[in-house]
């Protein structure tokens, strides 16, 4: 069948809540993807900062099919090596306590919302506690993480969303003690705005927000499905600031491409929190999903995956700054490492599909930013091809 016949029966088959660009991908090696049509593509997107390894991944797609081979799925009613594994390394590399695994994102912030309220519940009996939130933040698609995401336009038709939460500024501590009051439970933010419009937490936020959490004995929740997993050149962005949450959200790039994600604790919250019979899950950790995360995480030690990060970022960086300088349409570059978005005076919808026509693949955040979150181990060469398709879009505008 043809691309186009493809992607008419997509359009009679599947619910439309996406606009999809018009390619049928195929198959994926190293930092290309490739479509039916046999296309090559250079990927700045790694199916939205997921694939952190480069597709084809030999090492990964034996320790996956190793695993199918032995056993995929059992229940969490009983202990399985790969996901006590998955534990350890994770705890290690987050510096974190006790780890709960889940499907996805947004099921990870579920599961940190449960804790938080249930943390504040153990400790007044009450059951009418707040939550602060931030504006332009995103944090998923169910009604609890959709509760605190900061963007009316996807929460309207669906209100009334999970109650008490209010929502403050990034980046604007007085906004946020302006919310909180004596049955505030939680803050929950992204260390890095990411579909928001790739907002970075500045340092003197993030060690407000954390000093007024200790004042108050209010738990802070860092969601970092996006910008975790050596995003930004550490492990979890906020290793970068000293800052250290009570509760974190990890997923995307955490199976790199299995779905899995986790809301990870320390000891402190765990100990007076979610107890046995408080949260379940079918599937999350399951053994092919932690031995998946078990070997991304291997991976990443191996193959010095945040060494690569910390060299290609700054050039990416330079690199992106030149077209800021280059374009006036282009307003400014914001982001941290691998993690960056490029500002427009207007919409990038045009910018993008041309990009797709000439090879590359790229994404918004918003409908103005252009978001570059490719596969962690790109090299400079990649960001040099990347700038030259980028450029002849941007010279046709
Ligand atoms: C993608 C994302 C989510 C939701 O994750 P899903 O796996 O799509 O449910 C939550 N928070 C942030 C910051 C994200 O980028």
Known sequence: MKMQEYIEEAEQALLHTYNRYQVVLDKGDGVYLYDIEGKKYLDFVSGIAVFA??????GYNDALKAQIDKVIHTSNYYYNVPAIEAAKKLKKVSGMDRVFFTNSGAEAIEGALKAARKYAYLKDGKTDHEIIALHHSFHGRTFGALSVTG????????????????????????S?????????????METVQGEGGIYPAQKEFLEGVRALCDEKDILLILDEIQCGMGRTGAMY???????????????????????????????KVA??????GDHGTTYGGNPLAAAAISKVLDLFEEEKVLDNVNTVAPYLE??????????????????????????????????????????LILINAGTSIIRFVPPL???????????????????EL
């Open 377 to 395: 181990v790109i090299s400079k060469e990649n960001v040099d091809a990347m700038i030259e398709i980028l450029t002849e879009c941007l010279d």
């Open 318 to 359: 330079e690199k992106l700054d030149e077209l800021v300088k280059k374009y006036d349409f282009i307003e400014t570059r914001r982001g941290m490492g691998l993690m960056q978005g490029l500002v427009f005076d207007r919409p990038v919808a045009d910018v993008i599909n041309k990009a797709l026509e000439k090879g």
């Open 271 to 276: 100990a007076s929190s979610l107890t046995s």
């Open 151 to 174: 963007n009316p336009k996807y929460r309207e038709a669906f209100e009334p969303m999970i109650g008490n939460i209010k929502f403050a500024d990034m980046n604007d501590l007085d």
């Open 53 to 58: 390894l480069g597709y084809n991944h030999k």
């Open 237 to 267: 962005a906020w290793q970068h600031y000293g800052v250290k949450p009570d509760i974190m959200t990890t997923a995307k790039a955490l199976g790199c491409g299995v779905p899995v994600g986790a809301f990870l604790m320390t000891e």
């Open 176 to 188: 946020v003690k302006n919310c909180v009051t004596d049955k505030t439970c939680a803050i929950i």
